[in-house]
């Protein structure tokens, strides 16, 4: 019996100790004064990054529990697109205070359950601290991406040039993924495209480099290359012939689709030599292997249909039908690219955003797509004021309703509470503060003045209205995080026992 005891103690210990270690490589990264943290591998490949969930992907880890939280902290990524961080930070004090309750005699079924109330009361309370964007107009927006973007002036504005080119109506629709139109690339300037990035080249130096006008496009989920016969046939006579037949047949739709009047063609793989020879001659662009989703938005930016390559079996005028159109192709052979802009479809804005390195441009993207999914976010669901402000309001009102809990769940409560503060906490840690001070001072500060919005202003170190100041962050990053943390420490505290499987051997 005691012996079961020990193994249990020893096992709260490790996957404690596992969670810290998990907690640890971030929290340096939180809130404006976050540094960043350099990963490096076997091949000494580098990135730099201050973004929660990259790391936490690139870092080596075994224990199986703290895998657990990584791979939620992913679907906070997936789904919110940003507070990564502040969601670790949050499960991972919820699960050492939860195996603290444990340890101490609390039985887990009664910190569950006030985990559980907690977390769920913490996300209505959350709700009521939310105030809602009217419209695209509204300055918060750009407040919402400079803080989610990291102070990136430059790709704040971006971003809101590119929600306001992409439309309201659009970036409500909660089918659209806005963060997914934001593209890095090195050695490129910044800029909002109205059209789609290409990441291929012209298929030869003689086919245009830029077209403009009404350019008819056509956009082929296939290859571009004759119908290939059966295993063996070319070693027999009527094999070769039939090959025959069909390399001329083939010839002949390209040349039908050369007089269709067709002056790009993107491929989604290979073209055949002859086939790039003829719509060479004819002044057609062709690129092949473009990336599929590459070559699906292409297709919806111009109205074309994706089609296969036995459509060009079909007679001139329906082949025609399906072509789509843009205004303007340019190529550029340095960055090895192709812009395609003012299609005939859907407006589809891209957001550019350059980088001198190929080290930082990876971050930039990242960066670009937080500030993006940040402000869709904020548009649907609306904000709080961040530093912490809106999480401390939560815990003080969390503090009084966890009476309504009976017997030692008011434990689980506490673990919610502890993790509403630690996000203040390490902002104000990071940057170079007392955090139990400030977090006495601002508890006051908010009831005194009856205002949830008042934190540490980073910045300056002194208490600030921080939703005056333009310090804000999208409600359903907040929510998601508490619901995220809550699910995952549930799942830790459950687990009672680690056991090795065995390992599968192959029977010969
Ligand atoms: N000047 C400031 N003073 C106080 N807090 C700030 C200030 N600027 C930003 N913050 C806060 O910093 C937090 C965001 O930090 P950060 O972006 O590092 O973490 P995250 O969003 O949780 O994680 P990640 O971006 O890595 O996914 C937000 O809560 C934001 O309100
Ligand atoms: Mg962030």
Same mark, same amino acid.
């Given at each position: 019996?005691?012996?079961?005891?020990?193994?249990?103690?020893?096992?709260?210990?490790?996957?404690?100790?596992?969670?810290?270690?998990?907690?640890?490589?971030?929290?340096?990264?939180?809130?404006?004064?976050?540094?960043?943290?350099?990963?490096?591998?076997?091949?000494?490949?580098?990135?730099?990054?201050?973004?929660?969930?990259?790391?936490?992907?690139?870092?080596?880890?075994?224990?199986?529990?703290?895998?657990?939280?990584?791979?939620?902290?992913?679907?906070?990524?997936?789904?919110?697109? %940003?507070?990564?961080?502040?969601?670790?930070?949050?499960?991972?004090?919820?699960?050492?205070?939860?195996?603290?309750?444990?340890?101490?005699?609390?039985?887990?079924?009664?910190?569950?359950?006030?985990?559980?109330?907690?977390?769920?009361?913490?996300?209505?309370?959350?709700?009521?601290?939310?105030?809602?964007?009217?419209?695209?107009?509204?300055?918060?927006?750009?407040?919402?991406?400079?803080?989610?973007?990291?102070?990136?002036?430059?790709?704040?504005?971006?971003?809101?040039?590119?929600?306001?080119?992409?439309?309201?109506?659009?970036?409500?629709?909660?089918?659209?993924?806005?963060?997914?139109?934001?593209?890095?690339?090195?050695?490129?300037?910044?800029?909002?495209?109205?059209?789609?990035?290409?990441?291929?080249?012209?298929?030869?130096?003689?086919?245009?480099?830029?077209?403009?006008?009404?350019?008819?496009?056509?956009?082929?989920?296939?290859?571009?290359?004759?119908?290939?016969?059966?295993?063996?046939?070319?070693?027999?006579?009527?094999?070769?012939?039939?090959?025959?037949?069909?390399?001329?047949?083939?010839?002949?739709?390209?040349?039908?689709?050369?007089?269709?009047?067709?002056?790009?063609?993107?491929?989604?793989?290979?073209?055949?030599?002859?086939?790039?020879?003829?719509?060479?001659?004819?002044?057609?662009?062709?690129?092949?292997?473009?990336?599929?989703?590459?070559?699906? %938005?292409?297709?919806?930016?111009?109205?074309?249909?994706?089609?296969?390559?036995?459509?060009?079996?079909?007679?001139?005028?329906?082949?025609?039908?399906?072509?789509?159109?843009?205004?303007?192709?340019?190529?550029?052979?340095?960055?090895?690219?192709?812009?395609?802009?003012?299609?005939?479809?859907?407006?589809?804005?891209?957001?550019?955003?350059?980088?001198?390195?190929?080290?930082?441009?990876?971050?930039?993207?990242?960066?670009?797509?937080?500030?993006?999914?940040?402000?869709?976010?904020?548009?649907?669901?609306?904000?709080?004021?961040?530093?912490?402000?809106?999480?401390?309001?939560?815990?003080?009102?969390?503090?009084?309703?966890?009476?309504?809990?009976?017997?030692?769940?008011?434990?689980?409560?506490?673990?919610?509470?502890?993790?509403?503060?630690?996000?203040?906490?390490?902002?104000?840690?990071?940057?170079?503060?007392?955090?139990?001070?400030?977090?006495?001072?601002?508890?006051?500060?908010?009831?005194?003045?009856?205002?949830?919005?008042?934190?540490?202003?980073?910045?300056?170190?002194?208490?600030?209205?921080?939703?005056?100041?333009?310090?804000?962050?999208?409600?359903?990053?907040?929510?998601?995080?508490?619901?995220?943390?809550?699910?995952?420490?549930?799942?830790?505290?459950?687990?009672?026992?680690?056991?090795?499987?065995?390992?599968?051997?192959?029977?010969?």
């Amino acid at each position: 019996m005691n012996e079961q005891r020990e193994q249990k103690f020893d096992l709260i210990e490790n996957n404690s100790n596992a969670v810290r270690a998990v907690m640890a490589a971030v929290e340096s990264t939180i809130g404006p004064k976050g540094l960043d943290t350099m990963l490096v591998d076997q091949f000494g490949n580098v990135v730099i990054t201050n973004d929660g969930v990259t790391i936490l992907n690139m870092m080596e880890v075994n224990h199986p529990v703290a895998r657990m939280l990584i791979h939620s902290i992913n679907a906070q990524q997936e789904e919110a697109g %940003d507070g990564t961080t502040t969601a670790a930070l949050m499960a991972g004090e919820m699960v050492t205070h939860g195996l603290e309750q444990v340890s101490k005699g609390v039985p887990v079924a009664q910190v569950l359950t006030g985990l559980r109330y907690g977390v769920k009361e913490a996300c209505r309370l959350m709700e009521l601290e939310a105030v809602l964007v009217g419209s695209l107009d509204t300055g918060q927006l750009y407040n919402i991406a400079y803080v989610a973007g990291r102070e990136d002036e430059a790709i704040a504005k971006l971003i809101m040039e590119g929600a306001a080119l992409i439309g309201q109506e659009k970036l409500l629709d909660a089918s659209f993924r806005f963060s997914q139109r934001v593209r890095a690339v090195e050695g490129a300037g910044s800029e909002v495209l109205n059209g789609v990035l290409v990441t291929k080249e012209r298929l030869t130096r003689q086919m245009p480099l830029e077209l403009e006008g009404d350019i008819k496009v056509m956009v082929l989920d296939d290859a571009l290359e004759q119908e290939e016969l059966g295993n063996g046939a070319l070693a027999t006579e009527s094999g070769f012939q039939q090959y025959l037949v069909l390399k001329e047949q083939f010839k002949t739709n390209i040349q039908k689709l050369i007089d269709t009047g067709v002056q790009a063609v993107f491929a989604d793989r290979g073209v055949d030599d002859a086939a790039a020879e003829l719509l060479e001659e004819a002044g057609v662009l062709v690129v092949a292997r473009v990336p599929h989703k590459e070559l699906v %938005d292409l297709a919806e930016h111009c109205g074309a249909k994706l089609v296969k390559r036995t459509s060009l079996l079909k007679p001139a005028d329906e082949l025609k039908k399906q072509f789509g159109s843009a205004t303007h192709i340019i190529g550029n052979e340095k960055l090895h690219n192709i812009k395609v802009l003012g299609g005939g479809g859907k407006a589809m804005a891209t957001i550019l955003v350059g980088a001198t390195t190929g080290e930082v441009v990876g971050e930039k993207e990242r960066i670009a797509k937080d500030a993006a999914a940040s402000v869709q976010s904020a548009l649907q669901r609306g904000l709080v004021a961040g530093g912490g402000a809106a999480e401390l309001a939560v815990a003080r009102q969390l503090e009084q309703n966890k009476n309504a809990l009976s017997g030692m769940a008011v434990f689980g409560a506490d673990c919610v509470i502890a993790a509403l503060k630690k996000p203040f906490m390490q902002i104000v840690t990071n940057a170079g503060f007392n955090p139990l001070e400030k977090l006495g001072d601002v508890h006051r500060a908010q009831e005194l003045q009856q205002n949830n919005h008042l934190s540490i202003n980073c910045d300056t170190g002194r208490i600030d209205d921080l939703y005056i100041a333009g310090i804000v962050d999208p409600l359903y990053v907040k929510l998601h995080g508490l619901k995220t943390a809550g699910e995952v420490a549930e799942a830790i505290l459950r687990i009672n026992i680690i056991v090795k499987k065995k390992e599968y051997q192959q029977t010969s």
